[in-house]
């Protein structure tokens, strides 16, 4: 581990483009994974909700008879002609590229979300290791903006916040401060109770005065999960920008017809976005200039 240490730290230093370019390639095959767990890990909550409704009430289920499905298991695969991806065109961005965002067994559209996400990672990813060493922190920066993606996708196109997802965010969160990390271990417990207890509070008194729900309970733990990772001081600067940003994008989305107004909000979108820029705003410390 300090051997790879030495050497990263050493490329970053003497070979800056060529550190880039390997970030580049880390985030276009993280990328790539982020699209796996966007798209099946929705279906795999599903698939286990089913099952629990069955048993609760009393249905017979044929869960032992289904394959496997999971985030590894079966292989990349159209959903369209369920024709095996071969591996030179699971290839990130180039293959989708190369096909011109078709299957090359029925010519049907791949979604532009696929190479969005990937090119998105990758340049995030460079942006980050373009002013952090190579180190524990970078390892951290990294899979704290990674989870967001994945936090921010799922959000936009299923209104949904796993709990797996949120609540181990909120763990790695703690467990990185443990020695401070991004903050005080102090700072994080505070920030992950305080995260959660403004927007339930919010939810609370907007259920009161309008007889509905004004927020998911996923933004609640999300929220959660970014105070444990930046500490409590950022909270209401992450609401504030979350929300304004939500506000702005949102009115242009109807303005132009895109979103109807009677459309929920994906707010962990916007808490998403908030965050990470947060979190980089606030490292001008580990700037190169």
Same mark, same amino acid.
């Given at each position: 581990?300090?051997?790879?240490?030495?050497?990263?730290?050493?490329?970053?230093?003497?070979?800056?483009?060529?550190?880039?370019?390997?970030?580049?390639?880390?985030?276009? %095959?993280?990328?790539?994974?982020?699209?796996?767990?966007?798209?099946? $890990?929705? %279906?795999?909550?599903?698939?286990?909700?089913?099952?629990?409704?069955?048993?609760?009430?009393?249905?017979?289920?044929?869960?032992?008879?289904?394959?496997?499905?999971?985030?590894?298991?079966?292989?990349?695969?159209?959903?369209?002609?369920?024709?095996? %991806?071969?591996?030179?065109?699971?290839?990130?961005?180039?293959?989708? $590229?190369?096909?011109?965002?078709?299957?090359?067994?029925?010519?049907?559209?791949?979604?532009?979300?696929?190479?969005?996400?990937?090119?998105?990672?990758?340049?995030?990813?460079?942006?980050?290791?373009?002013? %952090?060493?190579?180190?524990?922190?970078?390892?951290?920066?990294?899979?704290?903006?990674?989870?967001?993606?994945?936090?921010?996708?799922?959000?936009?196109?299923?209104?949904?916040?796993?709990?797996?997802?949120?609540?181990?965010?909120?763990?790695?969160?703690?467990?990185?401060?443990?020695?401070?990390?991004?903050?005080?271990?102090?700072?994080?417990?505070?920030?992950?109770?305080?995260?959660?207890?403004?927007?339930?509070?919010?939810?609370?008194?907007?259920?009161? $005065?309008?007889?509905?729900?004004?927020?998911?309970?996923?933004?609640?733990?999300?929220?959660?999960?970014?105070?444990?990772?930046?500490?409590?001081?950022?909270?209401?600067?992450?609401?504030?920008?979350?929300?304004?940003?939500?506000?702005?994008?949102?009115?242009?989305?109807? $303005?132009?017809?895109?979103?109807?107004?009677?459309?929920?909000?994906?707010?962990?979108?916007?808490?998403?976005?908030?965050?990470?820029?947060?979190?980089?705003?606030?490292?001008?410390?580990?700037?190169?200039?």
């Amino acid at each position: 581990m300090i051997g790879w240490s030495i050497y990263f730290t050493v490329l970053y230093q003497q070979h800056f483009l060529l550190w880039l370019l390997f970030s580049g390639i880390l985030g276009l %095959i993280i990328g790539s994974f982020i699209n796996v767990v966007v798209y099946r $890990l929705p %279906i795999m909550l599903e698939k286990v909700w089913q099952e629990e409704a069955k048993f609760i009430l009393g249905v017979s289920s044929s869960a032992f008879l289904e394959k496997t499905y999971n985030l590894l298991y079966p292989s990349s695969h159209c959903i369209n002609c369920h024709h095996a %991806i071969r591996w030179f065109d699971n290839i990130p961005l180039l293959s989708w $590229l190369i096909l011109r965002g078709r299957c090359r067994d029925c010519q049907t559209k791949i979604s532009i979300r696929y190479p969005l996400i990937e090119l998105l990672t990758a340049i995030i990813t460079m942006i980050i290791c373009s002013f %952090i060493t190579p180190s524990l922190f970078l390892v951290a920066t990294l899979i704290f903006s990674w989870y967001l993606l994945i936090a921010a996708f799922i959000d936009a196109e299923k209104l949904l916040l796993p709990d797996c997802l949120t609540l181990s965010f909120l763990w790695l969160g703690l467990f990185f401060n443990l020695y401070g990390g991004f903050t005080s271990l102090d700072d994080a417990v505070k920030g992950a109770i305080i995260g959660y207890m403004v927007l339930w509070f919010v939810n609370t008194l907007f259920k009161f $005065l309008y007889k509905k729900e004004g927020l998911g309970h996923g933004d609640f733990k999300l929220l959660a999960a970014l105070g444990a990772w930046l500490g409590w001081h950022y909270i209401i600067n992450i609401i504030l920008l979350a929300s304004v940003s939500g506000i702005i994008i949102t009115s242009v989305l109807i $303005l132009f017809r895109v979103k109807s107004a009677k459309q929920p909000i994906a707010f962990g979108v916007y808490l998403s976005f908030a965050g990470w820029l947060i979190m980089i705003c606030n490292r001008t410390d580990y700037w190169l200039f």
